[in-house]
T-cell receptor
């Protein structure tokens, strides 16, 4: 079983608030990812990281930002939450080199009112 | 661009029947094809995967087949059980600028009725 954690699991917050979604993994994986999952189930990559101090934007444009200061930690921040940010956010990680397997955390369900 | 199409979007079967989910991909450079199962309120869980040098792989009641010429791969679940009810995602991986990108299908909601 993959050791990747996300907190909080559920968050309801008002418009304009700053929020940070936490993601951490204990597998020593160098690559980490954030996906946004819409109600229609599709997974959209919004950010990824090759390793410490490396971050890139994914396929789906997002107003969120990420940082990677430590290998095990990949937080996602929204400076000013809006109702359009309401979604499920999933964090994943994968291992060294050519290892393709991505392991997902349990997700954070964000609702912005 | 890269694309993975998944069918059907919903699938309903009786307990004990088989279920088949099919995916096609667009990039011939794809060489890794995982399948994920997502239960309600949880993140996707990797259940089986196949690499491009293999045509078929089996793990107990689940199997995956790959046809590289036709660029399609399928998930087969035999002797389905109610606990198999979930959303299933296929994906195709392709090396992109030094990291291994996964392109996901849109998902199949499987319901197994007792």
């Amino acid at each position: 079983e993959a050791d990747i954690y996300q907190t909080p699991r559920y968050l309801v917050i008002g418009t304009g608030k700053k929020i940070t979604l936490e993601c951490s993994q204990t597998m020593g994986h160098d690559k980490m990812y954030w996906y946004q999952q819409d109600p229609g189930m599709e997974l959209h990559l919004i950010h990824y990281s090759y390793g410490v101090n490396s971050t890139e934007k994914g396929d789906l444009s997002s107003e969120s930002t990420v940082s990677r200061i430590r290998t095990e930690h990949f937080p996602l921040t929204l400076e000013s939450a809006r109702p359009s940010h309401t979604s499920q956010y999933l964090c994943a990680s994968s291992g060294q080199g050519a290892s393709y397997e991505q392991y997902f955390g349990p997700g954070t369900r964000l609702t912005v009112t | 661009g890269e694309n993975v199409e998944q069918h059907p979007s919903t699938l309903s079967v009786q307990e004990g029947d088989s279920a088949v989910i099919k995916c096609t991909y667009s990039d011939s450079a794809s060489n890794y094809f995982p399948w994920y199962k997502q239960e309600l309120g949880k993140g996707p869980q990797l259940i089986i995967d196949i690499r491009s040098n293999v045509g078929e792989k089996k793990d107990q009641r689940i199997a995956v087949t790959l046809n590289k010429t036709a660029k399609h791969f399928s998930l087969h679940i035999t002797e389905t059980q109610p606990e198999d009810s979930a959303v299933y995602f296929c994906a195709a991986s392709m090396p992109t600028g030094g990291y291994n990108k996964l392109i996901f299908g849109a998902g199949t909601r499987l319901a197994v009725h007792p």
